[in-house]
T-cell receptor, first 117, second 115 residues
């Protein structure tokens, strides 16, 4: 098991609501990436945070936003939930740009299963 | 742009037989390639990666992968499959020329190993 933890495990929301998902990175890692995995698909990159700043973003609308805290934990916020937001949300931590290499391995948490009704 | 294709949705093998899961990639520069495995209701577990050097990479749980630049492939292999290898496998790529650090994943291949 990696040292990456996510909460909550499962979440049920209704359309139009807002949700916050949380992630604690592995010890020694300063970079957190978030991915959305819809049923039957591979993970899709949402964004990455390095030292509390966004360090890249995928093709997701602005209602997907994030934060990274000084202890390198992170939050993913989704506003105005839509039915298509139902998915497994994965957080991954890594050493990040300071390692000097894009070959860093990303270590994933167990995910949060979000269901939007 | 970077992308990965996993041409097989499912792979079925008998226990003790060799297992191969196929992956091809597309990048602008050079690739960093990764394999992950996902068990039901779990996150992704890292198996191995290719950065540079030897084209044959050895990873966790007896898995290995062969990088082939001319065929733009990175197939995952295991000489003798176990029932416990039954899971969903993902190939992922990161372009060395990309400005960000995101991974691009394939759609996944479901491996079933029958006893």
């Amino acid at each position: 098991e990696t040292g990456v933890t996510q909460s909550p495990t499962h979440l049920i929301k209704t359309r139009g609501q807002q949700v916050t998902l949380r992630c604690s990175s592995q010890s020694g890692h300063n970079t957190v990436s978030w991915y959305q995995q819809a049923l039957g698909q591979g993970p899709q990159f949402i964004f990455q945070y390095y030292r509390e700043e966004e360090n890249g973003r995928g093709n997701f609308p602005p209602r997907f936003s994030g934060l990274q805290f000084p202890n390198y934990s992170s939050e993913l916020n989704v506003n105005a939930l839509e039915l298509d937001d139902s998915a497994l949300y994965l957080c991954a931590s890594s050493l990040g740009p300071t390692s000097g290499s894009r070959a860093d391995t990303q270590y994933f948490g167990p995910g949060t299963r979000l269901t939007v009704l | 742009a970077q992308s990965v294709a996993q041409p097989e949705d499912q792979v079925n093998v008998a226990e003790g037989n060799p297992l191969t899961v196929k992956c091809t990639y597309s990048v602008s520069g050079n690739p960093y390639l990764f394999w992950y495995v996902q068990y039901p209701n779990r996150g992704l577990q890292f198996l191995l990666k290719y950065i540079t050097g030897d084209n044959l990479v050895k990873g966790s749980y007896g898995f290995e992968a062969e990088f082939n630049k001319s065929q733009t492939s990175f197939h995952l292999k295991k000489p003798s499959a176990l029932v416990s290898d039954s899971a969903l496998y993902f190939c992922a790529v990161r372009d060395t020329f990309a400005n960000d650090y995101k991974l691009s994943f394939g759609a996944g291949t479901t491996v079933t190993v029958r006893a």
